[in-house]
């Protein structure tokens, strides 16, 4: 079992940046993929980036390329976020994930953080 809290969301005007972090504990990551996905009302959830926690090899959506950033403190054994020229539509509820290297799925997820972006 890996259990993850998220901390960072609020509420930020358009432009702005904001960093959320996730903490793990329970089980070694060197073996698991991380993710952060976003969820807005009626939507499905949606993977925007991933990290492989062995090698920090990344993945980002089209629409947060180039402005959002996943990281990984190895000795606090948390990932970050790190979103700049934030949009309103990136308005959402942000969970961070897990998953082994092998899964398809995720099964390990965080309760969510809400981030707001006015205009």
């Known amino acids: 079992q890996v259990q993850l809290v998220e901390s960072g969301g609020g509420l930020v005007q358009a432009g702005g940046s904001l960093r959320l972090s996730c903490a793990a504990s329970?089980?070694?990551?060197?073996?698991?993929?991380m993710g952060w996905f976003r969820q807005t009302p009626g939507k499905e959830r949606q993977l925007i980036a991933a990290?492989?926690?062995?090698?920090?090899?990344?993945f980002y959506a089209d629409s947060v390329k180039g402005r959002f950033t996943i990281s990984r403190d190895n000795a606090k054994n948390t990932m970050n976020l790190q979103m700049n020229s934030l949009k309103p539509e990136d308005t959402a509820v942000y969970y961070c994930?897990?998953?082994?290297?092998?899964?398809?799925?995720?099964?390990?997820w965080g309760q969510g953080t809400q981030v707001t972006v006015s205009s």
């Open positions: 994930a897990a998953r082994t290297i092998t899964a398809v799925n995720y099964p390990y």
């Open positions: 990290l492989n926690w062995r090698d920090g090899s990344t």
């Open positions: 329970g089980r070694t990551l060197s073996s698991y993929r």
